[in-house]
């Protein structure tokens, strides 16, 4: 496939095709337009199936539909090849990521302010995003969340039990259109400016989610988003803090308790024992705040 629409698309690739191919095709590969200029070809092909075919129609909504009037930066789409065997989107490359343990204060209130503008966007109708952590919590693998977690987690058969209420704490703050996928990784920085990538999941969804996920996603290289994250969202957006406070505390121990389980093999010795005290410790506000 990537063949075809690099010839379609009259792009040069900035690795050999041949090594493009053997890697399925999946994911995002650097090319030269025809006239020089340097961008990204994201495909997914048709063979990784209709959930990654879904998630491919989305980001292709999105860039088309919500991207030319939302309030904050994220790629241009340049072209789009959309067959039988897949989509492919041409993006601009643009800015550089920087690695979360270097990220400063004025980035993560850069982040803070573009989430609270672009959870004011209208949500579409008739659109739909698939909710890991919702299906987890409805069903979760209560062996494996049990098994992780017994060793450090001293009470979480209680927050298993308890799930409902941590449902409760993040629906507590309305729906809106959410990123989905928000972490350092997916950001790039241009300047001064954030530049927000991978938009597979967004659609509707809890704005705490947002907000915790670059928690989660950067706990095992021993970082927590600062002060300055939900400040800067709240000045920009402003809401109940204590009501949002609960929810993104619930959904950070959530992702943890139900979802980070498997991901411990990814991570070192070190990233995992950084999960498990950042768990212990929002456990242990959880109960506290919740029992008062």
């Known amino acids: 496939m990537i063949a075809e629409v690099l010839h379609s698309l009259k792009l040069t690739p900035d690795e050999p095709v041949a ?86 204060p004025p980035l993560w209130t850069a982040l803070g302010r573009d989430l609270a503008a672009l959870h004011e966007v209208a949500v579409p109708s008739g659109w739909f995003r698939p909710d890991g952590l919702a299906e987890s919590l409805d ?28 449902v409760k704490a993040m629906e507590a703050v309305p729906a809106v259109f959410v990123h989905g996928d928000c972490h350092t990784e997916n950001i790039v920085v241009d300047g001064d400016t954030l530049v927000l990538l991978d938009w597979q999941v967004c659609g509707p969804g809890r704005p705490s989610g947002d907000l915790a996920f670059p928690n989660v996603r950067a706990m095992p290289a021993g970082v927590t988003a600062p002060a300055e994250l939900l400040d800067s969202y709240l000045r920009h957006r402003p809401d109940d803090r204590a009501t949002l406070e609960l929810a993104i505390l619930a959904e ?29 410790e929002l456990a242990a506000r959880w109960f506290a705040e919740t029992s008062a």
């Open 19 to 104: 090594a493009l191919e053997s890697r399925s095709g999946a994911g995002l590969h650097p090319v030269r337009t025809a006239a020089g200029e340097p961008a990204f070809l994201k495909v997914t092909p048709a063979a990784l199936g209709a959930d990654a075919r879904a998630a491919a129609g989305r980001e292709l909504r999105f860039y088309t539909e919500i991207a030319p009037a939302v309030p904050i930066r994220v790629p241009r789409l340049l072209d789009v090849a959309e067959t039988s065997e897949g989509v492919a989107l041409l993006l601009e490359k643009t800015g550089k990521t920087v690695d979360v343990r270097s990220w400063t």
């Open 139 to 166: 069903a979760p693998d209560l062996s494996v969340a049990q098994r992780f977690w017994e060793p450090s987690l001293a009470r979480v058969t209680d927050l298993i039990a308890g799930r409902d209420a941590l």
């Open 252 to 280: 950070e121990l959530s992702m943890y308790v139900f979802q980070w389980p498997p991901f411990a093999a990814y991570n070192t010795p070190s990233g995992v024992q950084r999960v498990r005290r950042r768990a212990t």
